[in-house]
């Protein structure tokens, strides 16, 4: 049985103790005692360093010229096709044998999810998602490469300097 979420433990300058009765009760449930196991140090992020992506996409948002309106009707249809333009998708490949079944295809995935980009090239259908950039999902390295990233997209799609955007995360 693997675990995929962290287990707090401190150091105590000879051995790791979990933090916690609960994170206890996970090491009985994961590990099993007398083997051997690699330690990762899990870097958490800071809750207002996450927000904050939040905020400035949703004041980029409000500032965005009427003609994207019909491509971006929320702050989250805006986020997230940034991440997928930023290469922060999943992918997904359906071979529908003939270009008529791939349209078919193409609509019912759209119809699913409102945030998906599907592509059709001929018979094939392509669907990306974007990451999930939750906590749980991305380390702390990879959501500020991200954040950095979709910042510099959004701000090329404004036609302003990313710093502007920066400025305007900060004081939102």
């Not at 333009?85 to 008529?100: F, K, P, Q, R, S």
């Not at 974007?130 to 702390?140: E, F, I, V």
């Not at 920066?166 to 004081?171: F, K, V």
């Amino acid at each position: 049985m693997s675990y995929d979420r962290p287990i707090m433990f401190w150091w105590d300058g000879e051995a790791m103790h979990p933090a916690a009765p609960v994170f206890a009760k996970r090491c009985d449930e994961v590990f099993v005692i007398g083997q051997r196991y690699n330690l990762v140090e899990h870097q958490t992020r800071d809750a207002d360093y996450h927000k904050q992506q939040f905020a400035w996409i949703r004041e980029a948002w409000k500032s965005m010229p009427e003609r994207f309106a019909d491509q971006f009707p929320s702050p989250e249809h805006l986020r997230k096709k940034a991440l997928i333009e930023c290469g922060y998708y999943n992918e997904t490949i359906v071979d529908a044998g003939t270009n008529a079944a791939a349209l078919r295809v193409a609509l019912v995935l759209r119809a699913i999810d409102d945030f998906a980009h599907v592509i059709v090239r001929g018979p094939v259908v392509v669907r990306r998602v974007a990451k999930s950039q939750s906590h749980r999902t991305m380390d702390k390295k990879e959501f500020a490469e991200s954040k950095d990233a979709i910042l510099d997209h959004i701000a090329a799609l404004l036609e302003v300097d990313p710093q502007t955007l920066s400025r305007q995360r900060n004081s939102a």
